[in-house]
């Protein structure tokens, strides 16, 4: 078993924590709130003070945290993982974060003779909660395969995609996918209900079909129960965007759909609906 720190414990890497303490591997967290980590801490986590203690004597290093800045002050800050990772220890980010910022961890852990693996994840809450998540990875082939075992215990469709910074740009595919399809989600909702349509017989009959997708069977149920609670939230999923939207600029490539999606959520964050999960696009439709 694998002695393994996880710093960030969120809406997913809770989840992801209790798959791997269920799995037998020993666990050290860190959280900007320690009341956030104490339903894992009753499971057999321990706590740490800072990332640099819990990195401490660990073979890998997970990190989960919120924005680009947060992935760079846990890396590189005061009391950061650079300072307490020993020799030859694997870090993971699956923070959502730029795909420069995770050539650049790449390039400081080699120097520190560490390994640096950049490792999105998409499935929302619920692919955290049943331990089937996809993993987008970046870095170097070897060090992935050294650490698949651990991996799957969270994780279904593990895919290596490249060298640093592949993972995060592929998961800003998969982000700009989710972004400009949750548009056609809730406007199909919209339509229907506007149509006088029981939306939840419809969903049974567009959710296999053609239309099928990931939120079309898992955020438009919510949406109909008006759940607005996050699995994802909008104010992270207005960050990604920012990231892929900065990115397609410098590849000199137009992405008109994802800019619609950014200004439309841009203005439920507006609202007040930045803690609230991507499905409450829904909300813009409120007029």
Request: proline residues 3%; hydrophobic residues 40%.
């Amino acid at each position: 078993m694998a002695a393994i720190a996880f710093i960030g414990t969120g809406v997913m890497g809770a989840s992801i924590v209790k798959h791997l303490l269920k799995a037998g591997h020993e666990v050290t967290v860190y959280s900007r709130t320690k009341s956030k980590a104490q339903p894992l801490l009753e499971l057999g986590a321990t706590w740490s003070e800072t990332p640099a203690q819990a990195s401490e004597n660990k073979d890998i290093i997970f990190t989960m945290v919120g924005y680009p800045k947060d992935v760079e002050e846990v890396f590189c800050g005061q009391n950061g993982i650079f300072e307490g990772a020993k020799q030859g220890a694997i870090v993971v980010d699956m923070t959502t974060s730029e795909p420069t910022l995770a050539k650049k961890l790449y390039m400081i852990a080699l120097e520190k003779g560490l390994h640096s693996i950049d490792a999105p994840v998409s499935g929302g809450d619920i692919g955290a909660q049943n331990g089937t998540l996809s993993i987008m990875i970046g870095g170097d082939a070897a060090v992935v395969e050294s650490i698949r075992p651990v991996l799957e215990t969270f994780g279904t469709n593990i895919v290596y995609q490249g060298g640093a910074g592949a993972g995060q740009h592929t998961k800003m595919c998969n982000q700009i996918a989710i972004a400009s399809g949750m548009i056609g989600v809730c406007e199909s909702i919209a339509y229907g209900l506007k149509a006088g349509l029981t939306m939840e017989q419809v969903l049974k009959s567009i959710s296999s079909g053609a239309a099928g997708s990931w939120s079309l069977s898992n955020l438009a149920p919510r949406i109909l129960q008006q759940d607005l609670e996050p699995g994802f939230y909008i104010k992270h999923i207005i960050k990604d965007m920012k990231i892929a939207l900065d990115e397609a600029e410098q590849m000199n490539i137009q992405l008109p759909g994802l800019q619609l999606a950014k200004d439309m959520y841009d203005q439920l964050l507006i609202q007040g609906y930045g803690e609230k999960g991507t499905q409450a696009l829904i909300k813009y439709y409120d007029k």
